[in-house]
T-cell receptor, first 118, second 113 residues
Framework: GAVVSQHPSRVICKSGTSVKIECRSL??????MFWYRQFPKQSLMLMAT?????????EQGVEKDKFLINHASLTLSTLTVTSAHPEDSSFYIC??????????????FGPGTRLTVL | AQTVTQSQPEMSVQEAETVTLSCTYD???????LFWYKQPPSRQMILVIR??????QNATENRFSVNFQKAAKSFSLKISDSQLGDAAMYFC??????????FGKGITLSVRP
């Protein structure tokens, strides 16, 4: 159980275009989903937290107009990188949890998406 | 703010031997979870083990066990009978009331055949 999928696994796009990444919880309902960015050999950097049916909360320094997050259902969240530029090239990872109250339980991670902007 | 510290960037272990990965954290919260995640070359984050702060008993999962010292804010991971497939980057992580995960910088573990 607790499987999270991410699509696509790899994407190459031209500078100035937009890219959408999907994150799905396959066998559980995710009340909260998270989006991370990871540079090679570094730790995960939290970009934003999304709760189903409400606006995402972005971490300091993350441009919300550039990284659009939608959490339309309890099993799907999407990250859209708008007007992508080469500096947006990175590994993007989502996670999901079933927190209902109190301290959150385990986050389960998707396999990640490697974005390359030419 | 909570912090997680992994001071060793790299470690190496001989196959079949035991290795311990260190982690310390800082928090003012009394209710929280601690985790070890493994990230192999595929970059898929895999949950290795978790520990609830209110439980005194150390968590174990097959060859993996933790030494949770709450007063010292220490949370080390012991891998017994190391296997080649254990080679990966390991992250120590904390989550508390805000549900966000705070990660350490990670440690790269290599396993020598």
């Amino acid at each position: 159980g607790a499987v999270v999928s991410q699509h696509p696994s790899r994407v190459i796009c031209k500078s100035g275009t937009s890219v959408k990444i999907e994150c799905r919880s396959l066998d559980f309902q995710a009340t909260t989903m998270f989006w991370y960015r990871q540079f090679p050999k570094q730790s995960l950097m939290l970009m934003a937290t999304s709760n189903e049916g409400s606006k995402a909360t972005y971490e300091q320094g993350v441009e919300k107009d550039k990284f659009l997050i939608n959490h339309a259902s309890l099993t799907l969240s999407t990250l859209t990188v708008t007007s992508a530029h080469p500096e947006d090239s990175s590994f993007y990872i989502c996670s999901a949890t079933t927190r209902t109250s109190g301290v959150s339980d385990t986050q389960y991670f998707g396999p990640g998406t490697r974005l390359t902007v030419l | 703010a909570q912090t997680v510290t992994q001071s060793q960037p790299e470690m190496s272990v001989q196959e079949a031997e035991t290795v311990t990965l260190s982690c310390t954290y800082d928090t003012s919260e009394s209710d929280y979870y601690l985790f070890w995640y493994k990230q192999p070359p595929s970059r898929q984050m895999i949950l290795v083990i978790r520990q609830e702060a209110y439980k005194q008993q150390n968590a174990t999962e097959n060859r993996f066990s933790v030494n949770f010292q709450k007063a010292a804010k220490s949370f080390s991971l012991k891998i017994s009978d190391s296997q080649l497939g254990d080679a990966a980057m390991y992250f120590c992580a904390y989550t508390g009331a805000n549900s966000k995960l705070t990660f350490g910088k990670g440690i790269t573990l290599s396993v020598r055949p």
